[in-house]
């Protein structure tokens, strides 16, 4: 009997077309599967007969109940090489194999200054006037010789330090393990963590989810900000605490805020996020570029060739 194999977290309809899967059909069987994550329960149920399952990233949370639940499953590949929401040791000591891919490295700090520069020139707000068959409504933003703020300088963030400098910007950063010299090679000014929400006109974050990231931009440092200043958040949710960022827009202390990524996902219908006027908000597609979904799936396939053959590439844990 062939292998069942669930693509799962398909939201976009788009994983049959972005690559070949055919490939895999000397392997087994592929189902492109649609849903939005739910209960435990449910994801027994619609997952229960599939011994390979690919996950788009950190969409459905795979915790012990639920690889508990799937007796079938033996091979579970990710998009990307890190993924918080599969429980890997129990992975591990239920003899399910885990596996990652590459990732395209442009396409968050890519999204990243979309959102920046929407922010900044009030691009919705004068888009949808425009549609709604009205001229101008407000005055944008300058980036020029303003100070944007990174809160995380690794790979993304250096790439966002890039096009900030391109754009004429004074850039600083910090980060727990930040050092100057390091801040110095990509031609950042390292400061202190309060300096950093004190001095950015901007404040983006590049940030790791961990536990010292959880919660790290709160009331304390977002009232460090000035009066005026947007932050952006392309990184993880937790790492901002969503109540404290709310309060600070409705209250109009912060000009605006641009996310990605939040605290649940889907993001729930009645968020204030959703409605907020200064808010310019993206149901995370950081990620989601067709460069880097040819490169997760391609690297999927390849993994469970590898699999199918006795062996195990880019395993995770």
Known sequence: MSVQIAVIDDWQNVASGVVDWSVLESVGQVH?????????????????????ICVMRERSPFDKALLQGLPKLKLLVTGGMRNAAIDIAAAKALGIQVCGTDSYKHAAPELTWA????????????????????????????????????????????????????????????????????????????????????????????LVLSDRSRGLVDAQALGWMKPGARLVNTARGPIVDEQALVQALQSGRLAG??????????????????????????????????????????QMIEDIQAWANGASIRALG
């Open 32 to 52: 492109f599967l649609h849903d939005y994550p739910a209960d435990t329960a449910t994801m027994i149920e619609r997952l229960k007969g599939f011994e390979v």
């Open 115 to 206: 959102l920046i520069m929407a922010s900044t020139r009030n691009l919705v707000a004068e888009a949808n006037s425009l549609r709604a068959g009205n001229w101008q409504v407000g005055l944008g933003g300058d980036l020029y010789g303003k100070t944007l703020g990174i809160l995380g300088l690794g790979s993304i963030g250096q790439k966002v330090a890039q096009f900030a400098q391109a754009f004429g910007m004074r850039v600083i950063a910090w980060s727990e393990n930040l050092t100057p010299e390091r801040a110095a090679q990509s031609g950042v000014t390292w400061v202190s963590k309060q300096a950093l929400f004190e001095q950015a006109d901007i404040l983006t974050v590049h």
């Open 257 to 298: 805020a641009a996310l990605d990524v939040y605290s649940e996902e889907p993001l729930p219908a009645d968020h204030p996020f959703r409605h907020l006027p200064n808010v310019l908000a993206t149901p995370h597609v950081g990620y989601v570029s067709e460069q880097n979904y040819r490169q997760f799936y391609a």
